[in-house]
């Protein structure tokens, strides 16, 4: 088991409680996919993970580690071995990829190094990989904004891939994308997934894609899990409890 | 688990934070209404009675009779704004809809601006007739005169001075550049919030640059000159203390309105914070610095020439001290030569701005 989510509350200081005692398990190797609508509390949950968010009450285990009330040098070497790509992108606008790609190392380069922009030949060797990983290597040099958005996507996964990460984390990866660029950037995942056997837990809005990708479910409404499952479990009736009564499921091929 | 503490309904606490409002906005309706009141009472009784009704020289002013009048109008404040139909409730958004709120706000409102402009007219003693007489007219025809045949004669001792103050402020700006920055990072709340000592810290610095920044910088350049000297380091400092207050603000306002995006996916990368400020931080905030510097700059070469009155050295002494002398043709020179500059200096400092986006 990789990951282990007890009991966990969180309640934002203008008093929204985003998250009423959500708990899971999951296993070394599974695409799990978070459903749910938008401020049903997937992204919250995503932060706690990672602890881009301090969770209010409830434990975060990470490969057997309570991760909940980690701090300083702990916490960032917890930080380094999961990754996350983010809905919009959230690259280093006015540097190039290659930058944007290497920064995914800084908690493994040292202060002095990394500010000087100094970055050993290996660790140069590593971007260069994870870009051809993600088919854009010939971008390298180039400056990271000028790129499209599904673009700036596989350099954020690139970003992730650097850190080698045990977990990866997708927070509603391919919203902001055209419907064929979210099916090459969730392929890239699922990749990622099978081939170097990387544990991926991404929220998703699509039914078609997560009945696609996802190993298995799991739906948050109003900061509870409703449903936990396979993709294919998610049928009309349990779509209307997750989703609402007035929800009507569209396609994305 | 501490469920009980977690089960208040947003509901409830919605509602009870608006009614704690609309209490702190019924006491601020009264202190504003009394307010409205008091002046209301001071401004027709000493502006317009005593000094325009029975053009008084000096005013009359006795503690016990202005408290009186403190009393009076905090009573006829607090029952104004108690009914609810005041200006100050309108203001705050507690006041009834009704037609007496409507005419009182109108009328009241009316009056307040109407006798603040005739108090203002007749404090600043606005005279259309001194502005035309002909005595007047005479002398300002003189000025202009001789402003318009500058006396070339002092052309390279002005030109020196003119490069005195641009280096004045060259070196102003130059020197304030790292100090701005460090002090920036650490004023910018976003940086600064997570936790209580850099908090403090924040706090302090904020609390003392508004406070130099408050202070004109030709006041700055009297008390440098007497610190150091009259001269143009007096000047020179003058505008260093004044620019790291104001660029600080700037700046770190700069920091404050990034996009948080990156510093999440850096900081989530296990970075340290040093690395998060300079690889997510950084890059957004170098134009944004660079642009307010060069204005910076321009703005310094016209506040240089203002703080030479003073005793700030460089054109400004220069101007000061052949106007002291009446010597007109002179002084129409050195004001031509100041035009000049600082429109190629507003010219050059636009153009680099715009070049840098």
Redesign the interface.
């Given at each position: 088991m990789i990951l282990e989510v007890q009991?966990l509350?969180k309640?934002y200081d203008n008093?929204?409680?985003a998250l009423?005692g959500v708990s899971f398990k999951v296993e070394e190797g599974e695409f799990l996919v978070v459903i749910g609508l938008s401020g049903s509390g997937k992204s919250t949950l995503l932060r706690c993970i990672?602890r881009?968010i301090e969770p209010t009450?409830g434990s975060v285990n990470f490969l057997g580690k309570d991760i909940t009330h980690l701090k300083g040098e702990e916490l960032?070497?917890?930080?380094?071995?999961?990754?996350?790509v983010?809905q919009?992108?959230?690259?280093?606008?006015?540097?190039s990829v290659l930058i944007n790609v290497l920064?995914?190392?800084?908690?493994?380069v040292g202060?002095f190094n990394?500010?000087m922009g100094k970055f050993s030949d290996e660790v140069l060797e590593e971007a260069y990989k994870s870009l051809e990983t993600v088919g854009i290597a010939e971008k390298a040099k180039v400056r990271a904004d000028s790129l499209s958005g599904g673009q700036q996507q596989r350099v954020?996964i690139a970003?992730?891939l650097?850190?080698n990460p045990k977990l990866l984390l997708a927070d509603e990866p391919v919203a902001s994308l055209d419907p064929a660029t979210s099916n090459s950037i969730m392929q890239y995942f699922e990749r990622i997934n099978k081939d170097m056997g990387t544990t991926v837990i991404c929220n998703l809005h699509f039914l078609s894609l997560v009945r696609r990708y996802a190993t298995r479910v799991i739906a948050l409404k109003e900061g509870n899990i409703v449903f936990e499952g396979m993709p294919n479990d998610i049928n009309n009736t349990w779509f209307k409890t997750i989703y609402g009564e007035e929800a009507e499921e569209v396609e994305i091929r | 688990m501490k469920t009980a503490e977690l089960e208040i309904s947003p509901h409830a606490k919605l509602q009870r934070s608006k009614e704690k409002q609309n209490k702190k906005n019924l006491y601020k309706a009264v202190l504003l209404d009394s307010f409205f009141v008091f002046y209301s009472i001071l401004v027709v009784q000493r502006a317009i009675y005593y000094k325009f009704v029975l053009d008084m020289r000096s005013l009359p002013f006795s503690w016990t009779e202005t408290a009186i009048i403190l009393v009076i109008s905090l009573l006829i404040g607090s029952l104004w704004a108690l009914s609810h139909t005041s200006l100050s409730c309108r203001l705050f958004g507690i006041a009834v809809d009704t037609k007496t709120t409507k005419w009182t706000v109108e009328l009241f409102g009316w009056f307040l601006f109407n006798i603040t402009f005739i108090a203002g007219w007749i404090v600043t003693k606005v005279s259309i007739v001194q502005l035309f007489s002909a005595q007047g007219l005479d002398g300002a025809g003189r000025i202009f005169g001789s402003l318009f045949q500058p006396q070339f004669g002092i052309f390279d001792d002005a030109l020196f001075a003119m490069i005195e103050t641009i280096y004045i402020a060259l070196l102003a700006t130059l020197i304030s550049i790292p100090i701005t920055l460090i002090l920036s990072f650490f004023s910018a709340r976003n940086l600064m919030k997570e936790n209580k000592f850099t908090f403090i810290i924040y706090y302090i610095l904020r609390l003392i640059t508004n406070f130099v920044r408050s202070i004109e910088p030709l006041v700055w350049a009297i008390i440098f000159s007497v610190w150091v000297g009259i001269g143009p380091f007096a000047g020179m400092i003058a505008l260093l203390v004044h620019t790291i207050a104001s660029n600080a603000k700037l700046y770190s306002e700069a920091i404050e309105g990034i996009d948080r995006g990156p510093v999440e996916a850096i900081s989530a990368t296990g970075a340290n914070k040093v690395q998060v400020v300079w690889y997510a931080v950084v890059p957004q905030i170098v134009l944004p610095f660079l642009s307010f510097t060069i204005y910076r700059w321009d703005i310094n070469v016209r506040m240089a020439t203002i703080i030479g009155l003073v005793g700030g050295g460089g054109i400004g002494t220069m101007l000061m001290q052949y106007q002291g002398l009446a010597r007109w043709h002179e002084v129409g020179l050195i004001v031509i030569m100041i035009a000049v500059v600082v429109w190629i200096m507003d010219y050059i400092s636009a153009k680099i701005r715009e070049a840098i986006y």
């Open positions: 009991n509350h309640i008093g929204t409680h009423k990672n881009l009450s960032r070497k917890i930080k380094t071995q999961i990754g996350i983010f919009h992108f959230n690259l280093i606008n006015r540097r920064a995914g190392k800084l908690g493994n202060t990394s500010l954020a970003r992730s650097m850190q | -």
